[in-house]
């Protein structure tokens, strides 16, 4: 079993940053790939990032690529999410996500532990 735990979520204006960490317990956590996804109200949970197990290859929805950076300490056993230049359709609930093996995934139903989420409000 792996916890994950998300935190860093808030309040911004248009153009701001904010930085998501999520932090994992249990099991070892470095040989997980890990993910981000966001689900705003209305709408399917949203693939936004993932990282392989070492952090070497990462990959993004074009929509966030240039403005937000996945990247993960495994000494710390946790995984962050810098995002730069924040826009209004930046809002969402942020989650954490971690898979069995080391190969990063861009699908949802790929992963096996999620965090209870961290919203993210971005006005205008």
């Known amino acids: 079993q792996v916890q994950l735990v998300e935190s860093g979520g808030g309040l911004v204006q248009a153009g701001g940053s904010l930085r998501l960490s999520c932090a994992a317990s249990?099991?070892?956590?470095?040989?997980?790939?890990a993910g981000w996804f966001r689900q705003a109200p209305g709408k399917e949970r949203e693939f936004i990032a993932t990282?392989?197990?070492?952090?070497?290859?990462?990959y993004y929805t074009d929509s966030v690529k240039g403005r937000f950076t996945i990247s993960r300490d495994n000494a710390k056993s946790t995984v962050y999410l810098q995002m730069n230049s924040l826009k209004p359709e930046d809002t969402a609930v942020y989650y954490c996500?971690?898979?069995?093996?080391?190969?990063?995934?861009?699908?949802?139903?790929?992963?096996?532990?999620w965090g209870q989420g961290t919203q993210v409000t971005v006005s205008s």
């Open positions: 996500a971690a898979k069995k093996g080391a190969i990063p995934n861009r699908s949802p139903l790929a992963y096996d532990y």
């Open positions: 249990g099991r070892t956590f470095s040989s997980y790939a």
């Open positions: 990282i392989n197990w070492s952090g070497g290859s990462s």
